[in-house]
């Protein structure tokens, strides 16, 4: 069965610091991977995902993250973290054959330190 | 253009009540999911309703059935409510177009549902 494992629950860094936030799942297949942003009382907004091709993907607010099928990871990254960036996080393996759901992690909660 | 919008934001119920909640989705999706999120945990699938039918379901009770109208906006409905129910019920909406959609979700702002 598909999973998605995120490791750290709470990841604290200081403002201007680099950040990786971790993210590996299990499928049998090259999956569809997602990461989403989600602030206090809001949804999820994604910030990134991840199909086929370039293993080394873009996204919004100058996050990127790496899909490394040796390892099974997606992790996110963000070369300087603002303050703003404090939100928890969820990486998400999206729908693939035979399933129309998507599968969260249960998120790491990110503390940006002034 | 508005994103997929959600009601109420907030709602407390006590044990044994019965809760609707009510999902608009994005302007040019068909498909409408709706996920629960507890406290500390990431979002769970409940069920997913596409054509006015329920296309997929996630490990639920019965207590949880669902409706999506022909303008497919969508309705959640828990019934005998536990306090167990307590979370914040995201909707989220996709094109349906494929077998398989792999379009991105667009998530509402959830529905917080608090149960005494």
């Known amino acids: 069965a598909q999973s998605v494992t995120q490791p750290d629950i709470h990841i604290t860094v200081s403002e201007g610091a680099s950040l990786e936030l971790r993210c590996n799942y299990s499928y049998g297949a090259t999956p569809y991977l997602f990461w989403y942003v989600q602030s206090p009382g809001q949804g999820l907004q994604l910030l990134l995902k991840?199909?086929?091709?370039?293993?080394l993907v873009q996204g919004i607010k100058g996050f990127e993250a790496e899909f490394k099928r040796s390892q099974s990871s997606f992790n996110l990254r963000k070369p300087s973290v603002h303050w703003s960036d404090a939100a928890e996080y969820f990486c998400?393996?999206?729908?693939?054959?035979?399933?129309?759901?998507?599968?969260f992690g249960t998120g790491t909660r990110l503390k940006v330190l002034a | 253009d508005a994103g997929v919008t959600q009601s109420p934001t907030h709602l407390i119920k006590t044990r044994g009540q019965q809760v609707t909640l009510r999902c608009s989705p994005k302007s040019g999706h068909d498909t409408v999911s709706w996920y629960q999120q507890a406290l500390g945990q990431g979002p769970q699938f409940i069920f997913q309703y596409y054509e006015e039918e329920e296309r997929q379901r996630g490990n639920f009770p019965d207590r949880f059935s669902g409706h999506q109208f022909p303008n497919y906006s969508s309705e959640l409905n828990v019934n005998a409510l536990l306090l167990g129910d307590s979370a914040l019920y995201l909707c989220a909406s996709s094109p349906g177009r494929g077998r398989y959609s792999y379009n991105e979700q667009f998530f509402g702002p959830g529905t917080r549902l608090t149960v005494l």
């Open positions: 998400a393996v999206g729908p693939t054959s035979g399933t129309y759901k998507y599968i």
């Open positions: 991840y199909f086929s091709g370039d293993t």
